[in-house]
C-alpha cells in the first residue's frame, strides 16, 4: 500500500467518523423547531424564561409563522391564515379583553363566544375555555405579555398537552372561521376555495352519476322485459 | 359456460379494499360523530374514541402499502415492448374519446334513441370506479399522514396547513363514502342488468350471455383474436355463489346503514 492510498484511506474513515457523530451525538436538524425535550427540563425554561423567543428558536424550516420578512414567500400570504386588521378587535390587545363589560362576573364564555365554543378541543376533547385561555384577567390574544401571543403560545399554551409544540405548529387555527363564511374567504382563502373544490367535485360526480344510473336503470329494466318477451315469442314459434 | 375477466390478485386487491374502507368509513364516522349518540355507539364498537383512531391509523397505513403493492402491479403488468398499445389499448384502463362516445350513445339511448353503444372490456364506469380511488388514495393518504405526525409537519409547513389536511380528508371521505355506497353500489349490483350481484368481482367470471349482451366488442374481438377459447372458464359452484352474495350483501348493508346515519346525524356535526 503506498502512501496516497494509505491517506486516502484515512480521510474516508474520518469523512465516516464524522457522520456517525452527526447521526448520534449532535441535535438532529429534525428537531430545530422543538423546544426542549423533556417536561421537566421545560418547567425549568418556563420558571426562567423571559417568555420572549429569538427567531431561530421558534422558526419552521421552511417558513416564518404569523412573522412577515419583507419579499419572501409572499405567494403564501394570500392563501395563509391571514386575518385583516379590521377583523382583529382592539380588546385583543389590552391587558384586560373584557375591561367594562357590565354584568362579566354574572356571564359564562359561551353566552357571549358562541361560535368558539364550538371548536375541536371543546367538543372531542371536552376542554374548558380557561384550560387555554387561563383565569382573570384574560389578556388579549395579543397582548405583549398574554400566554397567548404567538410569540410564545407554543410554549406556554399548546405544549401543556402537545409535548414538543413548535411556534408552528401553534400556528393551527382553532377557532377556524367555517369553511363557506366570508371570513374563511377573506382571512383564510385557501380553506375557502379548498371548501368550493371539493363541494363542485362532489356535487358535479353526484349530479352526473345518480341521475345517470337511474335513468339507465330504468331502462335497463324495460329493455331486459322486452328482450325476454321476445325470447319466450321466439321459442313459441319454433316449438 | 362463465369468461373470465379478474385475475385471483385483482379479486383479492378489491377484497383488500373492500374490509380496509369499510373499517375506515365506520371508524372515522364514529371520530366525527363522536358528538351524537350513534357515533359514540359506533366508537364503542371499536373500543371508544382512542382506540377508533389508532385503528383508523394503522388501516389506513395498510391500505397506504396496499397502494404501492398495488403500483408495483401495475408496472408489472404494463407490456413494456408494446407501450402504445398497453396504455391506449382496448385492454386498458386510461380513459380515452371512446369513452366519450360512449357516455354520449349510451345517454341517448336511456331516453330511447339509437342502440345501446358497444363496449368493450372497461366500461366508463368501471374506469371512473377504478381512477376515483386512485385519485383518491393519495389525497386521503398525505393528509392522513400530516395529522398522524403534527408536529413533524409543522417543520416544513405552517401551522394552518393541518387545518386545511383535517378539511380535505373529511370532505375526500364524504365524496367517497357517498359515490360508493350509492353509485358504485346501484350501478354494479342493483342495476336489472347486474342484479342480485354482479360476480366479476367475487369469482372472476361472468355469465357468457351477460358479457356478450353489455360488453359486444369485448367478446367480438376476442373470438377475432381467437383467444374466446382461452378465456372461458367453469361456472362458479353453487356454495361459492352463496358465500359470496351473502357477503356483498352484509357489506352493502353495512355501507348503506352509515351512509344513511352519517346523512342524519350530520346537523348535529361541522365539518372541522
Known amino acids: 500500500m503506498n502512501v496516497a492510498q494509505c491517506r486516502k484511506n484515512v480521510g474516508i474513515c474520518i469523512v465516516l467518523i464524522g457522520i456517525v457523530d452527526l447521526l448520534l451525538f449532535q441535535p438532529s436538524a429534525l428537531g430545530q423547531g422543538e423546544e426542549s425535550a423533556s417536561r421537566v427540563r421545560r418547567y425549568k425554561q418556563y420558571e426562567v424564561s423571559t417568555g420572549y423567543y429569538e427567531d431561530y428558536e421558534v422558526k419552521p424550516r421552511r417558513q416564518v409563522p404569523l412573522v412577515g420578512t419583507v419579499g419572501v414567500k409572499r405567494w403564501l400570504k394570500g392563501l395563509s391564515y391571514n386575518l385583516s386588521p379590521a377583523t382583529v378587535r382592539s380588546r385583543s390587545f389590552m391587558p384586560d379583553s373584557h375591561y367594562g363589560v357590565k354584568f362579566y362576573e354574572k356571564m359564562s364564555c359561551e353566552s357571549c363566544h358562541v361560535e368558539q365554543?364550538?371548536?375541536?378541543?371543546?367538543?372531542?376533547?371536552?376542554?374548558?375555555?380557561?384550560?387555554?385561555?387561563?383565569?382573570?384577567?384574560?389578556?388579549?390574544?395579543?397582548?405583549?405579555?398574554?400566554p397567548m401571543n404567538p410569540v410564545r403560545r407554543h410554549a406556554y399554551v399548546c405544549s401543556k398537552c402537545h409535548?414538543?409544540?413548535?411556534?408552528?405548529?401553534?400556528?393551527?387555527?382553532?377557532?377556524?372561521?367555517?369553511?363557506?363564511?366570508?371570513?374563511?374567504?377573506?382571512?383564510?382563502?385557501?380553506l375557502y376555495y379548498s371548501y368550493w373544490l371539493m363541494l363542485i367535485l362532489l356535487v358535479g360526480t353526484l349530479a352526473f352519476f345518480i341521475p345517470h344510473s337511474f335513468v339507465v336503470g330504468v331502462r335497463e329494466f324495460f329493455w331486459k322485459r322486452k328482450k325476454a318477451q321476445e325470447d319466450s315469442s321466439h321459442e313459441h314459434q319454433t316449438v | 359456460?362463465?369468461?373470465?375477466?379478474?385475475?385471483?390478485?385483482?379479486?383479492?386487491?378489491?377484497?383488500?379494499?373492500?374490509?380496509?374502507?369499510?373499517?375506515?368509513?365506520?371508524?372515522?364516522?364514529?371520530?366525527?360523530?363522536?358528538?351524537?349518540?350513534?357515533?359514540?355507539?359506533?366508537?364503542?364498537?371499536?373500543?371508544?374514541?382512542?382506540?377508533?383512531?389508532?385503528?383508523?391509523?394503522?388501516?389506513?397505513?395498510?391500505?397506504?402499502?396496499?397502494?404501492?403493492?398495488?403500483?408495483?402491479?401495475?408496472?408489472?403488468?404494463?407490456?413494456?415492448?408494446?407501450?402504445?398499445?398497453?396504455?391506449?389499448?382496448?385492454?386498458?384502463?386510461?380513459?380515452?374519446?371512446?369513452?366519450?362516445?360512449h357516455i354520449g350513445k349510451r345517454i341517448l339511448w336511456s331516453f330511447g334513441i339509437g342502440s345501446p353503444p358497444e363496449l368493450d372490456r372497461w366500461t366508463y364506469w368501471e374506469k371512473f370506479d377504478y381512477w376515483a380511488v386512485f385519485?383518491?388514495?393519495?389525497?386521503?393518504?398525505?393528509?392522513?399522514?400530516?395529522?398522524?405526525?403534527?408536529?413533524?409537519?409543522?417543520?416544513?409547513?405552517?401551522?394552518?396547513?393541518?387545518?386545511?389536511?383535517?378539511?380535505?380528508?373529511?370532505?375526500?371521505?364524504?365524496?367517497?363514502?357517498?359515490?360508493?355506497?350509492?353509485v358504485h353500489f346501484f350501478v354494479q349490483h342493483l342495476r336489472p342488468s347486474s342484479f342480485p350481484l354482479n360476480q366479476a368481482m367475487f369469482s372472476g367470471s361472468v355469465p357468457m350471455e351477460e358479457a356478450s349482451s353489455e360488453k359486444p366488442a369485448w367478446i367480438a374481438r376476442l373470438e377475432s383474436?381467437?383467444?374466446?377459447?382461452?378465456?372461458?372458464?367453469?361456472?362458479?359452484?353453487?356454495?361459492?355463489?352463496?358465500?359470496?352474495?351473502?357477503?356483498?350483501?352484509?357489506?352493502?348493508?353495512?355501507?348503506?346503514?352509515?351512509?344513511i346515519n352519517g346523512i342524519v346525524y350530520s346537523r348535529y356535526v361541522t365539518l372541522h
Request: glycine residues 8%; proline residues 5%.
Open chain 2, 1 to 101: 359456460m362463465n369468461i373470465k375477466r379478474f385475475s385471483v390478485i385483482d379479486r383479492l386487491f378489491h377484497l383488500f379494499v373492500m374490509l380496509t374502507f369499510l373499517t375506515m368509513a365506520a371508524t372515522g364516522f364514529g371520530r366525527v360523530f363522536v358528538v351524537t349518540d350513534w357515533g359514540r355507539g359506533l366508537c364503542s364498537l371499536f373500543g371508544g374514541y382512542e382506540a377508533c383512531g389508532s385503528i383508523h391509523r394503522w388501516v389506513g397505513i395498510s391500505m397506504i402499502v396496499a397502494f404501492f403493492v398495488h403500483i408495483v402491479y401495475v408496472f408489472a403488468k404494463i407490456q413494456w415492448r408494446n407501450l402504445k398499445q398497453s396504455i391506449f389499448g382496448p385492454d386498458s384502463l386510461v380513459p380515452n374519446l371512446q369513452d366519450l362516445r
Open chain 2, 225 to 259: 383474436e381467437g383467444k374466446l377459447e382461452q378465456a372461458t372458464v367453469v361456472a362458479p359452484s353453487l356454495p361459492f355463489r352463496v358465500a359470496y352474495l351473502i357477503f356483498g350483501y352484509s357489506v352493502m348493508g353495512v355501507g348503506v346503514y352509515l351512509l
Open chain 1, 163 to 190: 409535548e414538543g409544540a413548535s411556534a408552528s405548529y401553534a400556528a393551527y387555527v382553532i377557532h377556524e372561521p367555517s369553511a363557506a363564511s366570508p371570513t374563511a374567504k377573506k382571512g383564510f382563502a385557501s
Open chain 2, 135 to 182: 385519485w383518491g388514495m393519495p389525497l386521503l393518504a398525505i393528509t392522513g399522514l400530516m395529522m398522524m405526525y403534527p408536529m413533524e409537519t409543522c417543520l416544513f409547513v405552517p401551522g394552518w396547513v393541518l387545518n386545511l389536511a383535517a378539511f380535505l380528508h373529511k370532505a375526500e371521505a364524504i365524496l367517497a363514502v357517498t359515490f360508493i355506497f350509492t
Open chain 1, 117 to 146: 365554543a364550538h371548536n375541536v378541543h371543546s367538543l372531542r376533547a371536552n376542554i374548558t375555555c380557561r384550560q387555554c385561555h387561563g383565569p382573570e384577567p384574560i389578556a388579549g390574544i395579543y397582548h405583549y405579555f398574554s
